[in-house]
Antibody, heavy 121, light 108 residues
Framework: EVQLLESGGGLVQPGGSLRLSCAAS????????MSWVRQAPGKGLEWVSA????????YYADSVKGRFTVSRDNSKNTLYLQMNSLRAEDTAIYYC??????????????WGQGTLVTVSS | EIVLTQSPATLSLSPGERATLSCRAS??????LAWYQHKPGQAPRLLIY???NRATGIPARFSGSGSGTDFTLTISSLEPEDFAVYYC??????????FGGGTKVEIK
């Protein structure tokens, strides 16, 4: 059974940094692309970033480009999202999502429960 | 960026009724459209991918149709567990991957 467990969320001041983690199990992590998707309070889903399986390609939404960095450690079956220069509008539940293949297909067939990030002074 | 517009915003129906949800794209996405179900406090769930393919384990009462710019998710007979928010998502032209604003299916 695929399991994705996010952690690392919390309260941070504007301009601060946070690193989210997503621990994966139940599948061969290194052979699947992964994404981060967020949901601001009372809003819909917004794709944030993707990391291909073994190719090492990364992709970002314009709203986070230059501030967020996605990475993965295939030896630890873990996906990361380093978030710098945080803004109030980054406040959201952050979900990690598993894609259906090695190359980013952007079909998210498994999701974690999410971790809440609150940016506020 | 491709904008997805979902309608209606809210659908009030009773268990056993048929639900028809719409998703319109600002430009053609061919058939590269997916549907997700999301309940409060839970992980989103993939229902349909590439317009009409049911994901693994999804009941047959869920069906998707459409191509180009107009898509429909149909729930043939609502079960109590189907009351949730539904999102469409395109992967035709990315980044960015984009989602619609959602349709809430609520109990009448």
């Amino acid at each position: 059974e695929v399991q994705l467990l996010e952690s690392g969320g919390g309260l941070v001041q504007p301009g601060g940094s946070l690193r989210l983690s997503c621990a994966a199990s139940g599948f061969t992590f290194s052979t699947y692309s992964m994404s981060w998707v967020r949901q601001a309070p009372g809003k819909g889903l917004e794709w944030v970033s993707a990391f291909s399986g073994s190719g090492g390609s990364t992709y970002y939404a314009d709203s986070v480009k230059g501030r967020f960095t996605v990475s993965r450690d295939n030896s630890k079956n873990t996906l990361y999202l380093q978030m710098n220069s945080l803004r109030a509008e980054d406040t959201a539940i952050y979900y990690c999502a598993k894609d259906t293949g090695n190359i980013v297909a952007a079909i998210f067939d498994s999701w974690g429960q999410g971790t809440l990030v609150t940016v506020s002074s | 960026e491709i904008v997805l517009t979902q309608s209606p915003a809210t659908l009030s129906l009773s268990p056993g009724e048929r639900a028809t949800l719409s998703c319109r794209a600002s430009q053609s996405v061919n058939r590269f459209l997916a549907w997700y179900q999301h309940k409060p406090g839970q992980a989103p769930r993939l229902l349909i991918y590439d317009a009409s393919n049911r994901a693994t384990g999804i009941p047959a009462r869920f069906s998707g149709s459409g191509s180009g710019t107009d898509f429909t998710l149909t729930i043939s007979s609502l079960e109590p567990e189907d009351f949730a928010v539904y999102y469409c998502q395109q992967r035709s032209n990315w980044p960015p991957v984009t989602f619609g604003g959602g349709t809430k299916v609520e109990i009448k």
